[in-house]
């Protein structure tokens, strides 16, 4: 009887301990359903604080799907990645319009450029003179702002070096100082400008007419853009044709225009002008090496470094020039120029501001050039 019973109680406890498992194993499977099923997990407050059920909680109070609306203020995309985040399909339509946000565009040109400024300037800005070095002077750089208004930049004067105030046109409007690291030049240091002081008075591009420094500048990607006798010039925004013939008192005037500072049309020494080497001999060419009917005066090639005996070229009178060439002063600095007769112009300032009245890369009579502009 004693084994008997050993053997029932044994028994009772063995389906105790089978009747507890299998409540633990209803009750994990309870838990399991809840955890996946977004209704039952909407319906717990508790369940927001289960790690797993996190993404529920986003679906269900709409809370992180706004934040993720709000999100369409901030950076185009980031909404939407978070979107992705949150299961709820409301939360992914919020990030579509995150991505469609104007943010994405690239922003804003700095500026407005052209055919003569093709870069925005970012340095040696100015308003006017007074904002430059001593030597500089402050000119449009051809960009504008989205409302209009010249961007400017500070550029060195261009005038004849000196030693004293006394190689200068005059010791009233001129002073001989410094321009940044070179040498002292002949700067204005009063308004206004005048055609026979051009050279002086204004930037290389720039024409004196009416007392005032008009913008001449006609834009080039190379030489073949300029007409004759003058020289593609690159600037750190864009680059532009400039007279090769311009007012030197050294060599070192020329830099850029020339490889010597001559007088090329027997005007005298005191109207020196840049002047180009006559093939390889070391020396500028000046008209009275040139000796041709067909090619009697000096002609600058496309870099201005070098000169060649031609057809257009600095002259004093029409004697000077070959059959059906005239002798024309193109320019305001009293300097003339051989042509083709029959040309549409006879000065740059009948001309559109940003033209030249000058004969064209081909040799035709003269015109007014635009160089690349459209």
Not at 24 to 41: E, F, H, K, S
Not at 84 to 112: D, E, K, Q
Not at 200 to 226: A, H, I, K, N
Request: charged residues 20%; aromatic residues 4%; proline residues 5%.
């Amino acid at each position: 009887m004693s084994s008997t019973r050993h053997r029932q109680a044994t028994r009772r406890r063995f389906e105790a301990v089978a009747r507890g498992l299998l409540c633990c194993v209803l009750l994990l499977g309870v838990a399991c359903g809840d955890a996946g099923t977004p209704a039952a997990g909407g319906g717990r407050t508790g369940g927001t604080g289960g790690t797993a059920g996190s993404g529920a909680a986003a679906g269900h109070g709409g809370a992180s799907g706004i934040g993720g609306i709000a999100g369409v203020g901030g950076s185009a995309g980031t909404a939407g990645s978070g979107a992705i985040a949150g299961s709820g399909g409301n939360v992914g339509t919020g990030g579509n319009v995150g991505a469609g946000g104007t943010a994405g565009t690239g922003g804003i040109a700095l500026c407005v450029t052209d055919a003569l400024c093709r870069t925005c300037p970012d340095s040696f800005l100015c308003d006017q003179d007074d904002d430059c070095f001593s030597g500089y002077v402050c000119v449009p750089s051809g960009c504008e702002t989205h409302e209009g208004a010249d961007i400017k930049q500070c550029q060195p004067s261009r005038g004849g070096s000196c030693a004293d105030v006394s190689e200068c046109p005059d010791q009233s409007n001129y002073a001989c100082i410094p321009v940044g690291a070179s040498a002292p030049r002949c700067v204005r240091i009063t308004p206004g400008c005048s055609g026979e002081t051009e050279a002086y008075d204004c930037v290389p591009g720039f024409t004196c007419e009416g007392g005032t420094c008009v913008d001449r500048r006609v834009p080039c990607d190379d030489f073949r853009d300029c007409p004759k006798n003058h020289v593609c010039s690159f600037k750190s925004t864009g680059s532009f044709c400039a007279r090769t013939f311009r007012t030197c008192h050294r060599d070192e005037d020329c830099n850029g225009f020339g490889s010597f500072c001559a007088d090329i049309d027997g005007a005298g020494d005191e109207a020196k002008e840049c002047a180009g080497e006559l093939g390889s001999s070391e020396q500028a060419c000046v008209n009275t090496d040139c000796n041709s009917a067909s090619a009697p005066v000096c002609e600058a090639d496309g870099s201005g470094t070098l000169a060649t005996c031609g057809s257009h070229g600095l002259c004093l009178d029409d004697g000077d020039c070959a059959a059906e060439f005239i002798c024309v002063e193109l320019g305001q600095d009293g300097r003339k120029e051989c042509v083709p007769s029959g040309g549409s112009c006879s000065s740059t300032a009948s001309c559109p501001v940003r033209e030249v009245c000058a004969s064209p890369r081909s040799g035709d009579p003269p015109s007014c050039q635009a160089g690349t502009a459209p």
